[in-house]
């Protein structure tokens, strides 16, 4: 296969298993709501910048990841009405956040981290597969 058709593939998965997240209610739900979320944030938006730029360096685009996620999480500190506006409704939350936590930081660090592992593993794969 090649990469780009696995990176589209696993957007497909990765997508509404994020927003699923925010919908599940059951035992460590405070957890997966906010964590597990911001874990698979930082995977889309690795798979995202690759299919976009899948020559990128594996290491660049998790760098490149974790430090706009990182001003976006810095940013939840400022309250200007645009951002607000931004901010009530589901989808606008969702991809700004409505808060800081410094705990986000731990997270995306561990989404970034399997994001380049899966990167790496794609790549790894479709030059395998191609012929000598």
Same mark, same amino acid.
């Given at each position: 296969?090649?990469?780009?058709?696995?990176?589209?593939?696993?957007?497909?998965?990765? !997508?509404?298993?994020?927003?699923? !997240?925010?919908?599940?209610?059951?035992?460590? $739900?405070? &957890?997966?709501?906010?964590?597990?979320?911001?874990?698979?944030?930082?995977?889309? &938006?690795? @798979?995202?910048?690759?299919?976009?730029?899948?020559?990128?360096?594996?290491?660049?685009? %998790?760098?490149?990841?974790?430090?706009? #996620?990182?001003? +976006? $999480?810095? %940013?939840?500190?400022?309250?200007?009405?645009?951002?607000?506006?931004?901010? /009530?409704?589901?989808?606008?939350? !969702?991809?700004?956040?409505?808060?800081?936590?410094? &705990?986000?930081?731990?997270?995306? %660090?561990?989404?970034? +981290?399997?994001?380049?592992?899966? @990167?790496?593993?794609?790549?790894?794969? #479709?030059?395998? /597969?191609?012929? /000598?």
């Amino acid at each position: 296969m090649k990469f780009r058709v696995l990176v589209i593939l696993s957007i497909l998965v990765i !997508t509404p298993l994020g927003f699923a !997240t925010k919908f599940y209610y059951g035992p460590g $739900e405070v &957890w997966i709501q906010i964590y597990a979320g911001g874990v698979l944030y930082e995977i889309f &938006w690795m @798979l995202g910048l690759a299919l976009v730029f899948p020559r990128l360096n594996d290491f660049a685009n %998790a760098g490149v990841v974790f430090g706009v #996620t990182g001003l +976006l $999480e810095f %940013a939840q500190l400022w309250h200007p009405p645009f951002l607000e506006a931004l901010r /009530s409704n589901f989808i606008g939350a !969702t991809i700004i956040g409505v808060g800081f936590d410094p &705990w986000d930081f731990l997270y995306y %660090a561990i989404g970034c +981290l399997l994001g380049f592992l899966i @990167l790496r593993g794609y790549k790894s794969i #479709t030059l395998k /597969s191609r012929p /000598s």
